[in-house]
Nanobody
Framework: QVQLVESGGGLQQAGGSARLSCAAS????????MAWFRQVPGKAREFVAS????????FYADSLKGRFTISRDDAEMTVALQMNSLKPEDTAVYYC??????????????????WGQGTQVTVSS
């Protein structure tokens, strides 16, 4: 069983930056993929970005490319999401997720086996 704990977020100003971090309770496997999703009330959970644990290869939602950066720190067993040029529409609960053993980046919620509790990011205009 893997536990994921997110931190960061909170209230941000439009145009500003924020950094989310996700700590895993154990070292991810080389074939794991970690990702960030986000969700607003009444809408489906949306893929944000993912990173393969072994190589650090990344993939982003098209709409967020260039503003958000995902990275992983193998020594610290953390995944970060750097969010720049924040917009009010970035307001959401952000979730960290881990896909165990598949070794393939996926944008589908169903392919992720473990989830954090979520952290709220609110961007004011």
């Amino acid at each position: 069983q893997v536990q994921l704990v997110e931190s960061g977020g909170g209230l941000q100003q439009a145009g500003g930056s924020a950094r989310l971090s996700c700590a895993a309770s154990g070292r991810p496997f080389s074939t794991d993929v970690m990702a960030w999703f986000r969700q607003v009330p009444g809408k489906a959970r949306e893929f944000v970005a993912s990173v393969t644990w072994e190589s650090g290869a990344t993939f982003y939602a098209d709409s967020l490319k260039g503003r958000f950066t995902i990275s992983r720190d193998d020594a610290e067993m953390t995944v970060a999401l750097q969010m720049n040029s924040l917009k009010p529409e970035d307001t959401a609960v952000y979730y960290c997720a881990l896909s165990r053993g598949r070794g393939i980046i996926s944008t589908f919620r169903r392919d992720y086996d473990y989830w954090g509790q979520g952290t709220q990011v609110t961007v004011s205009s």
